[in-house]
C-alpha cells in the first residue's frame, strides 16, 4: 500500500476510535514510516483516553445534578461507547450504569405517558374533558418521544374541542331551561346535577379548563420540533 493510502486509512481508522485497526495498518508499514505511523496512533489513542476521561468526569456530574436530559444525549451519542471502552473497566462501569439508568427511567415515563393519554382518550370518549386534562398534565413532557409529543398535542386539540361543545352545550341548555321558566313561571326550577345546586354562569369552570389546555398546547409545541 502506497505511503499516503497508509497514512490515510490509519488516521481514519483513529477518527473512528478504531486503534486496533490504526496500529495494524501502522505495523505493515516499514522503517522510519513505520515508527511514524505508530507514534502518530499513540497520539490519537491518548488523545481519545483523555477525552474518555472528561467524558467520564461529565457522565458523574451529570448524574450527581439528576441532569437526565444531558445524560440520554451522551447515551444516544454514536462516540459515547467507543470512547468508554478506552478507559479502566472500573469508571467505565460507573459511567455506564448512569447511562444505562437514565435510559431506563426515560422508559418508565414514557411508559406512563402511554398509559395516561390512553386514559385520556377513554375519558374524551365519556365526554369527561376535565378528567381528560387532568390525565394529561401528568405527562411528564421531557421524557417523552417526538411520537409521543405529537400524539399529545393532537389530544390536547381534542380536549380543548370537547371543552368548547361542552361549554356551547351548556350555555344552549340554560337557555333553553331560561326559556322554559319564562313561558311557565309557576314552574319548580330544574334542580342542577351540579354540587351546591350548580353555577349561574354555566361553562364559567369549563372556560378556564380552554385556556390551560391551550396553554398546554404552546408548551408542547415549544418544547417539540415543528409539527
Not at 405527562?139 to 398535542?153: F, G, K, N, T
Request: proline share 5%; aromatic share 4%.
Amino acid at each position: 500500500m502506497p505511503s499516503a493510502r497508509r497514512r490515510r486509512a490509519v488516521e481514519e481508522a483513529i477518527i473512528r476510535l478504531d486503534f486496533a485497526t490504526a496500529q495494524a495498518r501502522a505495523d505493515q508499514a516499514e522503517g522510519e514510516e513505520r515508527t511514524r505511523l505508530r507514534d502518530l496512533v499513540e497520539a490519537g489513542r491518548m488523545e481519545a483516553v483523555a477525552r474518555a476521561e472528561q467524558l467520564a468526569g461529565r457522565i458523574q456530574a451529570m448524574a450527581r445534578a439528576d441532569h437526565y436530559e444531558g445524560l440520554l444525549d451522551l447515551a444516544e451519542d454514536p462516540e459515547t461507547e467507543p470512547l468508554l471502552n478506552l478507559i479502566p473497566p472500573e469508571i467505565n462501569r460507573g459511567a455506564r450504569l448512569h447511562l444505562d439508568g437514565a435510559l431506563l427511567r426515560q422508559k418508565r415515563y414514557q411508559a406512563a405517558a402511554d398509559r395516561h393519554m390512553k386514559n385520556a382518550t377513554e375519558f374524551l370518549a365519556l365526554f369527561d374533558p376535565k378528567a381528560a386534562f387532568n390525565e394529561i398534565k401528568k405527562v411528564e413532557l421531557r421524557w417523552i418521544s417526538d411520537a409521543q409529543r405529537v400524539e399529545l398535542h393532537a389530544l390536547v386539540k381534542q380536549t380543548d374541542q370537547a371543552v368548547t361543545e361542552q361549554i356551547e352545550l351548556e350555555g344552549r341548555t340554560a337557555e333553553v331551561i331560561r326559556e322554559h321558566l319564562g313561558e311557565n313561571p309557576d314552574s319548580v326550577p330544574v334542580s342542577s346535577s351540579r354540587p351546591g345546586g350548580g353555577s349561574k354562569n354555566p361553562g364559567r369552570g369549563m372556560g378556564c379548563l380552554g385556556s390551560a389546555l391551550m396553554a398546554w398546547a404552546v408548551l408542547i409545541v415549544g418544547l417539540a420540533l415543528p409539527l
